[in-house]
C-alpha cells in the first residue's frame, strides 16, 4: 500500500507542474496558446484516434506544449519514432526533449510550417494534429496553415484541430475539402470540439 501511494504520490506532481507551465506561459504570451491548462485526457484521446497507427509515415504534432495530446497519440498505438514535434516555445521544446527522446522535436514557427519542416521529413505526414489556438488567428494566416499542412500531407490524410469555438476554426466550405466534427466534448474544461480536415 505505501509503494502504491508513492508512486501516485510521484506522478500528481508532472501534472501541477505542467499545469504550472502552461499558465506562466500562456500569461506570457497569450496567443501564442491555443490553451490555459493542457489539454484533457478524453480531448485527447478523441484526436489521437482519428491516426492511422498502421502506417509508418511521420505524424506531426503542431503546438504539442506538455506532451497531453502526445502522451494519448503514443497510448493509442502511435510508434514515438514516428512523431515529429513542432513547438515554438523552448522551455517546452526541453520537456518534450526530455519526455520523448525518440520523437523528433523541431523548435520553429507552425504558422511558418514548410520553413520550420524542409529538412525534416523523409515522407509525407500520415497526419497533422493541432493544438494551436488558430482562432485567435486572422483568416488568412488559417488559411496559409491548412494550405502548408496539406502540402505536407499524404492524399487523404487528416488534419487533425481542437477548438473551444462553437465555430469551425477553418470554414467548412473550402473546396476541395473534406470536413467532420466529433461530438462536443462537454467533459472538457471548458468543451471543445475535434475537427478533422481532409483533402479530396
Not at 14 to 31: A, G, H, Q, T, Y
Not at 101 to 127: C, E, F, H, I, K
Not at 154 to 179: E, M, R
Request: aromatic fraction near 8%.
Amino acid at each position: 500500500m505505501p509503494l502504491q501511494l508513492s508512486a501516485r504520490a510521484s506522478k500528481k506532481p508532472l501534472r501541477l507542474d505542467d499545469e504550472v507551465r502552461f499558465l506562466r506561459s500562456w500569461i506570457e504570451k497569450p496567443l501564442h496558446m491555443g490553451a490555459v491548462m493542457p489539454s484533457g485526457r478524453i480531448l485527447a484521446r478523441t484526436m489521437a484516434q482519428y491516426v492511422d497507427v498502421g502506417s509508418s509515415d511521420p505524424v506531426i504534432e503542431l503546438g504539442p506544449g506538455t506532451g497531453a495530446i502526445t502522451n494519448a497519440l503514443i497510448e493509442h498505438g502511435v510508434d514515438q519514432k514516428r512523431l515529429v514535434l513542432v513547438e515554438y516555445d523552448p522551455g517546452f521544446c526541453a520537456l518534450l526533449r526530455d519526455r520523448y527522446p525518440q520523437a523528433t522535436v523541431v523548435q520553429g514557427d507552425a504558422y511558418t510550417l514548410r520553413d520550420s519542416l524542409w529538412n525534416v521529413l523523409s515522407a509525407r505526414a500520415s497526419a497533422i494534429v493541432s493544438g494551436l489556438p488558430l482562432v485567435t488567428k486572422p483568416m488568412l494566416t488559417r488559411l496559409k496553415l491548412i494550405r502548408d499542412a496539406f502540402a505536407t500531407l499524404a492524399p487523404g490524410a487528416p488534419f487533425v484541430q481542437f477548438t473551444y469555438s462553437v465555430v469551425p476554426p477553418i470554414p467548412k466550405s473550402l473546396p476541395g475539402i473534406s470536413t467532420e466534427a466529433s461530438e462536443r466534448i462537454w467533459m472538457n474544461l471548458p468543451p471543445a470540439r475535434v475537427w478533422v480536415y481532409r483533402k479530396r
